[in-house]
């Protein structure tokens, strides 16, 4: 029973002095007991925050790793989407230069939120223009071309030819894999 007691007391020491038992699959919580020290425990997740792997979770994301041209319907369904491998696991700044203007703004990304909305009020988005976007630290940008979709594609199959003549053939695999499933 001493031993128990001297592991528990160890951790909580450990756990004052900023050291996490925590492997890096794992998240670390803090939680207040009675005693007014944070405890932290360790919380395992089965899945990743932001995608196991490097397809965005939905057609109208766009990943701000790659250049690549983006094709969208509407504005207000866009967002942004960064691989887990690419995140720094805490609070990320987000910059987004228009290249046109280059008029520029920045944004907070908090690590919990699994994609980010398009700014629309305070850039909004212009068909066939650049966007350069990186994360605060990164020393290059990386370009999007965006691309709205004619409101005269209105079947699945038009948009799906119009986005590949575009360039944005990921996304039209998704919305070909979408309409078959």
């Keep these: 029973m001493l031993s128990l007691r001297f592991?528990?007391?160890?951790?909580l020491y450990c756990c004052y002095l900023g050291k996490s038992f925590a492997n890096e699959l794992e998240q670390v919580t803090p939680?207040?007991?009675?005693n007014p020290q944070p405890l932290w425990l360790a919380e395992k997740f089965e899945s990743r925050r932001?995608?196991?792997?490097n397809t965005p979770p939905k057609i109208w994301a766009i990943n701000i790793h790659h250049y690549r041209d983006f094709c969208y319907l509407t504005p207000e369904e866009i967002v942004l989407w960064l691989p887990e491998d690419n995140r720094s696991g805490q609070l990320d700044r987000l910059?987004?230069?228009e290249k046109q203007t280059q008029r520029e703004i920045k944004l907070r990304w908090l690590a919990h939120e699994t994609t980010l909305a398009w700014p629309n009020n305070r850039l909004?988005?212009?068909p066939g223009h650049t966007y350069l976007i990186k994360l605060g630290d990164a020393s290059e940008y990386n370009e999007i071309i965006v691309h709205q979709i004619p409101l005269k594609n209105q079947t699945i199959a038009?948009?799906?030819q119009w986005m590949k003549q575009q360039g944005c053939d990921w996304q039209a695999e998704?919305?070909?894999?979408?309409?078959?499933?």
Aim: net charge positive.
């Design 31 to 34: 939680v207040t007991v009675k």
């Design 95 to 97: 910059i987004i230069k």
């Design 174 to 181: 998704m919305l070909l894999e979408k309409q078959t499933a």
């Design 7 to 11: 592991i528990f007391l160890l951790m």
């Design 50 to 53: 932001r995608g196991l792997e």
């Design 124 to 126: 909004p988005i212009q």
């Design 158 to 160: 038009g948009q799906i």
